[in-house]
């Protein structure tokens, strides 16, 4: 299946099943349901979710297994957009080529709209199957562990307190395997999960989930520079402007794009013990290495 209707069916898959999984925007209190639906569904790349499922079946799953761990890393991840883009935050009044969930219902709601996502992740993920190598309370685990306080959050926090000061190259990476590459890693490892794989094939999925996260965060930073807020559908110049610890800030362009380049080569490198099994993830490592918003 060429990449674009795989990309394409994936994702209509994932938005059809969160639809079912949530609450309908007319349930009491309406204000709230909207305000999740609004951000949920506003066209984001489905990146996460569309990993966990190739990653499910490069082990010879199905994608109906990882399912509701595919749609519980997209809920916690737009809980995540959802404060970033806060007044407290990054006060970013674009996502996903639509105002913010906070221009539209206001602070409180956006605040409240992200936590119940991220509380409802995990309701959702508790409808998954599990294993018999790779229990429910695993599954929950792993998803528990990398939107926490030592991952994603670790990685928010970092990002704050970077604002306006010189930043080791160490500090960076850290932030960068923190805020972006361990949800996506853990989307992976997820998707993996739910088709029983051994450890070893575990094992080299969390390699390739590393190396292609901060792959991922590099080219985000570079588009950040390079193109406009239109064609992103956020605002562009957001990280200079906030004196953001950023690849290019840090290492300029050039190295910027030879450290994407190097790091999705080791994300390709990774997947050999899967042969042709892993063709879409892959095409997804090239695709998300050339992309342009």
Not at 72 to 90: F, N, W
Request: hydrophobic letters at 45%; aromatic letters at 6%.
């Amino acid at each position: 299946m060429a990449l674009e209707k795989y990309l394409a069916a994936r994702s209509a898959l994932v938005d059809k099943a969160l639809n079912g999984y949530l609450p309908k925007a007319t349930t009491k209190p309406a204000t709230i349901h909207k305000a999740m639906r609004y951000s949920l569904f506003a066209g984001g790349k489905r990146l996460r979710p569309i990993l966990c499922l190739a990653a499910a079946e490069a082990c010879g799953g199905a994608a109906s297994d990882a399912l509701p761990l595919a749609c519980a890393v997209e809920c916690v991840h737009t809980y995540s957009l959802i404060h970033d883009d806060l007044p407290c935050m990054d006060d970013d009044d674009m996502r996903r080529g639509r105002p913010t969930c906070h221009k539209v219902f206001g602070e409180g709601i956006a605040v409240l709209a992200g936590d119940a996502l991220l509380t409802i992740a995990f309701e959702i993920l508790g409808k998954a199957k599990g294993s018999k190598r790779h229990r429910l309370s695993t599954l929950l685990h792993e998803l528990a562990s990398a939107s926490g306080s030592r991952w994603l959050i670790a990685g928010q926090v970092l990002d704050l307190e970077g604002e306006g000061k010189k930043t080791s190259a160490a500090d960076l990476k850290f932030i960068h395997q923190s805020k972006t590459a361990a949800l996506l890693t853990a989307s992976i490892r997820l998707g993996a999960m739910s088709a029983n794989a051994k450890d070893g094939k575990l094992k080299a999925l969390t390699v390739f989930g590393q190396s292609l996260g901060l792959a991922f965060q590099v080219i985000d930073d570079i588009l950040d520079v390079t193109q406009t807020s239109a064609k992103l559908g956020k605002s562009a110049g957001k990280d200079v402007a906030a004196q953001k610890a950023t690849y290019p800030a840090v290492f300029g362009l050039d190295r910027s794009r030879a450290e994407a380049q190097r790091l999705t080569a080791a994300a390709v490198n990774a997947l050999k013990p899967f042969g042709k099994k892993a063709e879409i993830l892959l095409a997804l490592a090239d695709y998300l290495l050339k992309r342009d918003y």
